[in-house]
């Protein structure tokens, strides 16, 4: 870019750019790696422009705080698909459906079961990614790994929902590609074809690993307080 260009380049476009590069040199479909725009604590004056700069796919981490931001204005904007990426209480669950198009932290039996249940009453089902703690993180969400494959088994048998992939949150202090790897070869296991993985540090490590969905908050919206 020129440095007396009139138009600056956006956040929103350097991050797509990148995305786009990675496509090509991993070999993949142009548009086939999706980018999700992670507004937690964002309010909608700051997501608007994103959405006016053509961005459709956004993260949330709660379902409250999604419910008052997004609940009226996906009425009006149906190409919205919003994505829940934080931990779900089975209590929650109601208030999900209609709200999120995407849920990525189905990491236990119950929860599956009331969604299940949920989807059952309402006819539809949201496209569900199941969180892998794959870093064995007491503190964090997920199923361990060793209880995947049992866990994907038991639903495929007896549940009706539409897992589509797999999603992590590598530990803040190891190499994130090693567990973009890990899940990976755990999604491949399992017939599983999209991955939810990468954030704003190491989202083009991700890419690199297989990612189909990359979730970018601080690189887009700047800093949360
Ligand atoms: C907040 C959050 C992100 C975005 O993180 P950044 O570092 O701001 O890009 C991605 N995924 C999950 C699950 C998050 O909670």
New binding site residues.
């Given amino acids: 870019m020129k440095m007396n260009s009139q138009k600056t380049i956006s956040k929103l476009e350097i991050i797509k750019n990148q995305i786009s590069e990675q496509e090509i040199r991993a070999g993949q479909k142009k548009g086939s790696v999706k980018l999700i725009a ?1 507004s ?1 604590t964002k309010p909608m004056n700051q997501i608007e422009p994103v959405i006016e700069e053509g961005q459709s796919h956004f ?1 949330e ?1 709660k379902v409250q705080e999604a419910a008052l931001k997004w609940q009226e204005f996906k009425k009006k904007n149906k190409t919205i698909d919003l994505h829940l ?2 931990p779900l209480q089975s209590n929650k669950v109601k208030k999900v459906f209609g709200l999120f198009d995407y849920i ?1 932290s189905l990491d236990r039996n119950s929860l599956a079961e009331k969604i299940s249940d949920e989807a059952q009453k309402k006819g539809f089902c949201p496209k569900i990614f199941i969180q892998v703690n794959t870093g064995l993180e007491e503190q964090k969400a997920g199923i361990e790994p060793e209880k995947l494959n049992d866990f994907i088994k038991s639903i495929r048998k007896s549940l009706d929902l539409n897992i589509v992939g797999l999603m992590c ?1 590598p530990p803040i202090n190891d190499a994130a590609e090693t567990h973009f790897k890990f899940l990976k070869k755990l999604a491949d296991e399992n017939g599983l074809l999209e991955l939810s993985m990468g ?3 190491d989202y083009v490590a991700a890419i690199k690993c297989g990612a189909t969905y990359v ?5 887009i919206f700047g800093l ?1 307080h």
């Fill in positions: 992670v937690k993260g981490n990426l934080g990525h949150i954030m704003s540090s979730r970018v908050g601080t690189a949360r």
